[in-house]
């Protein structure tokens, strides 16, 4: 069974910088780039970033120029840079595999920023 799990996750001050990492069990059978989601108390949640199995990365507009997004291929892993926080950023984040097959949410790691 794949199972995803999130970590990396704290409460800062806005300014600071935290980075997330998902790694994921199992043998996922197919997928076509792995994700970073954030859900903030009352919002839907959203895409913050993904990266494509080969490498390339696509950003939303808040996430631009402050988020990077990368993986490790041979741990199965991704991991979310984040840096110049604001108070906004505050969410649950979870990561994502995206393609044909659906794979379950992780838990989520919470980043709460305080201005």
């Known amino acids: 069974q794949v199972q995803l799990v999130e970590s990396g996750g704290g409460a800062v001050t806005a300014g600071e910088s935290l980075t997330l990492s998902c790694v994921v069990s199992g043998s996922p059978s197919t997928f076509v780039a792995r994700a970073w989601y954030r859900q903030a108390p009352g919002k839907q949640r959203e895409l913050v970033a993904s990266?494509?199995?080969?490498?390339?990365?696509n950003y939303v507009d808040f996430a631009e120029g402050r988020f990077i997004i990368s993986s490790d291929q041979a741990k199965n892993a991704a991991h979310l840079q984040m840096s110049r926080l604001a108070p906004e950023d505050t969410a649950v984040y979870y990561c994502?595999?995206?393609?044909?097959?659906?794979?379950?949410w992780g838990q989520g790691t919470q980043v709460t920023v305080s201005s």
């Open positions: 994502k595999l995206l393609g044909p097959t659906y794979y379950n």
């Open positions: 990266i494509s199995t080969g490498g390339t990365p």
